[in-house]
């Protein structure tokens, strides 16, 4: 395969797939069913979610300091503001192409505060899992929590032949893996150990940072404000506004996990949190509805920072500007 053709398909299967979800959901619907879900468009809330924007912001400006932390100890002292334009270049790029984000970053670091690409990016992949550490703690607790709703939604769901050839799969790749890794040869594998490197290295790293309790303190700050923001959004629409604890910290790892399979959660992002609140007794049309509120909301100001960040790298670099 032609690395065009590779590239290309990068970007239009993860499309095609949100489109298609799109157009799966609102076909499924009734003309009942779509005028309600209208209805709660124009019926929400909008200053809870200026509000769900302001926090998500906020969880921006702390990653960019944390991104500091882990720079300091490769001497290099970067300006806040510059750590913040990369990274929202970073999520508006990662709308178009997925996964490029990290490389912006890499790159606006390396031309405006001199951070050779290789350390920039080094610094970026261990950010990374943390944030995978953190989410799959959220995941642990979500499941700790609803465990028994979402056993008996399995059960009922999926036929008993269909959950034992799942679990069977899982065992079966949970031995076949560790053997492939250990005896393989093939360029995939060597790929996949260089990979398993570069976390242990990153890791390692986190643990020899200096300022690990600021660190830490702005990793949780970053996903507490996650969540804040998730949860204030749902107080947009009366009927999602008094949902457990447990339900809206299910939902928001499900909603996070989307942002994996297409374009930052176009399409998967609203499809998912409908289907996850129905499970626990919320209206399919409310739950499309306040989907794509909080989808709409958090890409637009994505758009937003992202575009601005942009037109202001090269003029607040030019005129040295502190902050």
Same mark, same amino acid.
């Given at each position: 395969?032609?690395?065009?053709?590779?590239?290309?398909?990068?970007?239009?299967?993860?499309?095609?797939?949100?489109?298609f979800l799109i157009w799966y959901i609102y076909?499924?619907?009734?003309?009942?069913?779509?005028?309600?879900?209208?209805?709660?468009?124009?019926?929400?809330?909008?200053? $809870?979610?200026?509000?769900?924007?302001?926090?998500?912001?906020?969880?921006?400006?702390?990653?960019?300091?944390?991104?500091?932390?882990?720079?300091?100890?490769?001497?290099?002292?970067?300006?806040?503001? &510059?750590? $913040?334009?990369? /990274?929202?270049?970073?999520?508006l790029m990662n709308i178009f192409i997925p !996964?490029?984000?990290?490389?912006?970053?890499?790159?606006? +670091?390396? !031309?405006?505060?001199?951070?050779?690409?290789?350390?920039?990016?080094?610094?970026?992949?261990?950010?990374?899992?943390?944030?995978?550490?953190?989410?799959?703690?959220?995941?642990?607790?979500?499941?700790?929590? !609803?465990?028994?709703?979402?056993?008996?939604?399995?059960?009922?769901?999926?036929?008993?032949?269909?959950?034992?050839?799942?679990?069977?799969?899982?065992?079966?790749?949970?031995?076949?893996?560790?053997?492939?890794?250990?005896?393989?040869?093939?360029?995939?594998?060597?790929?996949?150990?260089?990979?398993?490197?570069?976390?242990?290295?990153?890791?390692?790293?986190?643990?020899?940072?200096?300022?690990?309790?600021? $660190? +830490?303190?702005?990793?949780?700050?970053?996903?507490?404000?996650?969540?804040?923001?998730?949860?204030?959004?749902?107080?947009?629409?009366?009927?999602?506004?008094?949902?457990?604890?447990?339900?809206?910290?299910?939902?928001?790892?499900?909603?996070?996990?989307?942002?994996?399979?297409?374009?930052?959660?176009?399409?998967?992002?609203?499809?998912?949190?409908?289907?996850?609140?129905?499970?626990?007794?919320?209206?399919?049309?409310?739950?499309?509805?306040?989907?794509?509120? /909080?989808?709409?909301? &958090?890409?637009?100001?994505?758009?937003?920072?992202?575009?601005?960040?942009?037109?202001?790298?090269?003029?607040? &670099?030019?005129?040295?500007?502190?902050?």
């Open positions: 395969m032609s690395r065009s053709l590779s590239k290309f398909l990068q970007i239009a299967v993860p499309l095609g797939l949100g489109i076909q499924s619907f009734t003309p009942q069913q779509l005028t309600e879900t209208k209805k709660h468009f124009t019926d929400a809330n909008y200053g $809870f979610v200026l509000l769900s924007i302001a926090l998500s912001v906020l969880s921006h400006i702390s990653r960019s300091y944390r991104w500091s932390f882990m720079l300091e100890p490769l001497g290099y002292r970067t300006k806040i503001a &510059n750590n $913040f334009m990369a /990274v929202s270049v970073a999520y !996964k490029s984000g990290e490389f912006s970053r890499g790159i606006i +670091l390396d !031309k405006y505060e001199g951070v050779p690409f290789q350390k920039g990016f080094g610094t970026i992949i261990s950010e990374r899992i943390v944030d995978l550490i953190f989410l799959l703690l959220f995941t642990a607790l979500a499941l700790f929590i !609803k465990f028994d709703v979402l056993y008996q939604y399995i059960v009922g769901s999926i036929p008993s032949s269909l959950l034992y050839i799942l679990i069977f799969g899982i065992v079966l790749g949970a031995i076949s893996i560790p053997l492939y890794v250990k005896f393989s040869k093939s360029n995939v594998n060597k790929k996949l150990k260089n990979f398993v490197i570069g976390l242990k290295e990153g890791i390692f790293s986190i643990l020899k940072m200096q300022r690990k309790a600021a $660190f +830490l303190f702005h990793s949780f700050l970053i996903w507490g404000l996650y969540l804040l923001s998730f949860y204030t959004a749902l107080h947009a629409l009366p009927e999602t506004a008094n949902i457990s604890i447990g339900t809206i910290i299910i939902a928001f790892v499900v909603g996070s996990f989307t942002f994996a399979f297409t374009n930052s959660g176009f399409g998967t992002y609203p499809a998912a949190i409908a289907g996850i609140l129905a499970i626990f007794g919320v209206a399919k049309t409310v739950g499309v509805a306040v989907g794509w509120i /909080v989808w709409i909301s &958090n890409i637009s100001a994505i758009i937003f920072f992202g575009v601005l960040s942009l037109v202001l790298l090269p003029i607040y &670099n030019r005129k040295g500007l502190q902050l």
